[in-house]
């Protein structure tokens, strides 16, 4: 699964499928879903900008590749 560090922070954000992701940060873990609902775990808060990045809806594939406007 796809996973980022966050740049601030340095809490780990893992992409789990169905629009969940899994935070990690000094040891707390937490589970949320890309829209920010918390789902399980301590961790209580994460930044919404990364749970959309990695569990939000994603282009399909050849979707992602640019194209000249011209």
């Known amino acids: 699964m796809a ?3 966050h740049p601030i922070t340095g809490a ?3 992409a789990l499928g169905e629009g969940t992701v899994e935070v990690d940060s000094n040891g707390l873990k937490g589970i949320f879903r890309y ?3 918390h789902v399980s775990g ?3 808060f994460a930044d919404p900008h990364m749970l ?3 569990g939000g809806p994603q282009l399909p594939d050849g979707d992602n590749i640019r ?3 011209g």
């Open 3 to 5: 996973q980022l560090k």
């Open 12 to 14: 780990v954000y893992c």
């Open 35 to 37: 829209d920010g609902e």
């Open 42 to 44: 301590e961790l209580r």
């Open 52 to 54: 959309l990045w990695l």
């Open 67 to 69: 194209r000249n406007r």
